[in-house]
């Protein structure tokens, strides 16, 4: 009986800690719940909220269809909209109509412009049209063009075209250039083959250097070499340093494998040190205490 008693109590405890848990899961369940039908998520199930949910769950769908309505985005129903709530998503449609318009959008539908707007999104086309006829991009429709533009489109493609062929950017197209238009291409392109070769960038074409341009080339390449080799960069070519260069940099190579090798912090390369180099650090070594 005793034993009956005491696993009945044990039972009763049991209960007394499982019960809070079940209860405390059941409603974060319900939470969850109520927060998927008012974001109108598919997991949402209607027929577990209670009166007061149902309500929120109503309202947060009303808000979300005016904001659809009013933003475009998502799904609209304007059945359901107040009449205050209708003349504002009329409103907001119309402006999101004539700006479509203005930036050329697909979703543009003229027919709702009025007369005035209509004229304002023509103007705008067109000069978009100019200048696209101008940079030589966009849909360029030249009939389009008053032979006043058509002219301003010529002078300005004229003079890109020059600043493409300078450049060596662009379409350029030599043929269209003017005797002395093509004079200044010419010396442009020279003087940017010049900085190519002296920068030793690519597109450099030696053979047309005069010989002060080829020795700057050489000094430049030189000067880049020295200070690559300086610097330990694979790019470096021992090869072409002079007599005096090389030892230059060896006697800093060297005492730089000694300082490495005495302080104990960088590369250091013990087989490189002269024997007095060498009994100096072992010397400096010894003599520190331990």
């Known amino acids: 009986m005793k034993v009956s008693f005491q696993k009945y109590l044990w039972a009763q405890a049991a209960c007394l800690v499982i019960l809070p848990i079940l209860a405390l899961a059941q409603s974060s369940d319900f939470s969850q719940n109520l927060e998927a039908c008012k974001n109108g998520r ?15 769950v109503a309202k947060a769908d009303q808000l979300r269809n005016i904001s659809n309505c009013r933003s475009g985005i998502g799904s609209c129903d304007r059945s359901k909209l107040s009449e205050p709530e209708a003349a504002a998503w009329a409103v907001a449609d119309h402006r999101r109509n004539v700006s479509s318009c203005n ?8 027919s709702k412009l009025t007369p005035s707007e209509a004229r304002e999104v023509d103007a705008r086309w067109h000069q978009r049209n100019v200048e696209d006829c101008k940079d030589g991009v966009g849909a360029c429709d030249r009939s389009k063009l008053t032979p006043s533009e058509a002219e ?19 379409l350029c197209d030599h043929s ?34 005069t010989p002060p341009e080829a020795r700057e ?50 590369y250091c390369d013990r087989s490189r040190l002269t024997a007095a180099e ?13």
């Open 103 to 110: 930036e050329a959008s697909s979703s543009c539908d003229p």
């Open 278 to 290: 060498a009994a100096s650090i072992s010397t400096a070594f010894s003599s520190t205490p331990q």
């Open 217 to 266: 080339t050489l000094r430049a390449e030189h000067k880049r070499n020295l200070s690559a080799c300086k610097d330990g960069q694979e790019a470096c070519d021992y090869s072409k340093l002079t007599q005096l260069e090389a030892r230059t940099l060896a006697a800093a190579e060297r005492q730089r494998n000694y300082s490495a090798c005495s302080k104990g912090y960088g």
């Open 42 to 56: 598919e997991t949402c199930d209607r027929s577990r909220l209670n009166p007061t949910q149902s309500a929120e």
């Open 176 to 209: 269209k250039l003017s005797l002395s238009e093509a004079k200044d291409v010419t010396a442009a392109e020279h003087q940017r083959n010049t900085q190519n070769c002296e920068n030793g960038w690519d597109e450099c074409d030696r053979s047309t250097l």
């Open 152 to 170: 301003q489109v010529n002078v300005a493609r004229r003079e890109l075209n020059v600043s493409d062929c300078k450049n060596g950017a662009g």
